[in-house]
Each structure stands twice: as structure tokens, then as C-alpha cells.
């Protein structure tokens, strides 16, 4: 079974900093990652979209890489925002259109 | 607007009651997901459905059921036999197929009083 693990659970950095968070999964037989914002009480929205043939995904402030040999994704976050406070999820597809998700990593920018 | 649809947002069931969560979707997707989210806790998948009429059971299906009569709707019963139901059920949906993303509602908030 599939296994994703999101490190740090949580993170806490001033503003402007530039931040990674990583993410892990144990079957390298995907179809695509993708991330996630989460804020308190709401639903997922997506972030970023990395198909399996590709290494990275940009938008705005925002990249994602993919090295699915070594089962890992990393979210770059360039100059952080108070605004970019929330809980960050990954996720992984593979046979049988489901998705597994990583715990996530709460993420806190102070301002 | 195309989108995800659950409600509602806040839900209150007494013990030994049977609640429904609804979802709709206006997206035109044939998968479609339920979610469980617990503090502290990735998201587990309780029931997720590829076409009408069909269904599969996730990893947690025990005291749920659902039903798919039609492509935008897929309802998730949540019956007096699961015994901690209290907890964030999120709806999302998608293209069947491998190259695509996964879309979300915003979420029922489940409590048991």
C-alpha cells in the first residue's frame, strides 16, 4: 500500500523567508502528486499539479519538483506571507484513481 | 461556477441516528471520493465511486454507506453502527484516468451531541 509522509508536521518562519516543505511516498508507481492548501475548518485547494514525466511545476511564488525514482516532492515557497499561513498537503494517484495523502505540514509565517 | 458542493456545513446528530452528507457536483467528473479528516490525521478514504451505479469501499467504510443514482450526486449515509463519527468529511471528485487532479468541496463538519 502506498504510504505518503509529509516532514515537518510543522513549521514556523518570519516573514520573507523562503521555506521547503518535503514530501515522501513509498511506491514510485504514480500518475501524478499534487498539492494542496488547506486553512482551518475549509476544504483542499489545489496548489500544483506535477504529472509523473515531469521534474517540476511552477506558479507564482510557488514550485514543486518531483523526483518519483527516489519517491520524494518538495513545495518551494519564495518569500513567505502571513497569508501563506495554513496546512500544506500532498498527494499522490496511482492505479485505480486513488489518491493517498501525506499528515501535512502546518505551516506559520509571522509577521 | 463549476464546482464541489457539500452541505451542509455543520451537521449535529444525536446518538443512534442516521445522517446523510450531501455532495454535488456540476464538473462533469465520473470519480467521485469521500474523505475523513481527523485532527492530527491524513485524510482516509471511506467510499469512492468511478461511474454510475458502481461503488468500492476505501479503508474506513465500516458504519458508512453511499449510493451514486447519478453522475453529479453521491450521497454519504453516516449510520448509528460507526461509533466515532464525529469528525470533517470532505467531498472531492475527478476525470477517471491517471493524468488528472483532484477537486474539493469545503467540507461537513460531523459532531455527535
Known amino acids: 500500500k502506498q504510504e505518503v509522509t509529509q516532514i515537518p508536521a510543522a513549521l514556523s518562519v518570519p516573514e520573507g523567508e523562503n521555506l521547503v516543505l518535503n514530501c515522501s511516498f513509498t511506491d514510485s508507481a504514480i500518475y501524478n502528486l499534487q498539492w494542496f492548501r488547506q486553512d482551518p475548518g475549509k476544504g483542499l485547494t489545489s496548489l500544483l499539479l506535477i504529472q509523473s514525466s515531469q521534474r517540476e511545476q511552477t506558479s507564482g511564488r510557488l514550485n514543486a519538483s518531483l523526483d518519483k525514482s527516489s519517491g520524494r516532492s518538495t513545495l518551494y515557497i519564495a518569500a513567505s506571507q502571513p497569508g501563506d499561513s495554513a496546512t500544506y498537503l500532498c498527494?499522490?494517484?496511482?492505479?485505480?484513481?486513488?489518491?493517498?495523502f501525506g499528515t501535512g505540514t502546518s505551516l506559520t509565517v509571522i509577521p | 461556477d463549476g464546482g464541489i458542493t457539500q452541505s451542509p456545513k455543520y451537521l449535529f446528530r444525536k446518538e443512534g441516528q442516521n445522517v446523510t452528507l450531501s455532495c454535488e457536483q456540476n464538473?462533469?467528473?465520473?470519480?467521485m471520493y469521500w474523505y475523513r479528516q481527523d485532527p492530527g490525521q491524513g485524510l482516509r478514504l471511506i467510499y469512492y465511486?468511478?461511474?454510475?451505479?458502481?461503488?468500492q469501499k476505501g479503508d474506513i467504510a465500516e458504519g458508512y454507506s453511499v449510493s451514486r443514482e447519478k453522475k453529479e450526486s453521491f450521497p454519504l449515509t453516516v449510520t448509528s453502527a460507526q461509533k466515532n463519527p464525529t469528525a470533517f468529511y470532505l467531498c472531492?471528485?475527478?476525470?477517471?484516468?491517471?493524468?488528472?487532479?483532484?477537486?474539493f468541496g469545503q467540507g461537513t463538519r460531523l459532531t455527535v451531541v
Open positions: 472531492a471528485s475527478s476525470i477517471t484516468g491517471g493524468n488528472t487532479e483532484a477537486f
Open positions: 464538473l462533469n467528473h465520473d470519480a
Open positions: 498527494a499522490v494517484r496511482r492505479t485505480g484513481n486513488q489518491f493517498y
Open positions: 465511486s468511478q461511474i454510475v451505479n458502481d461503488f
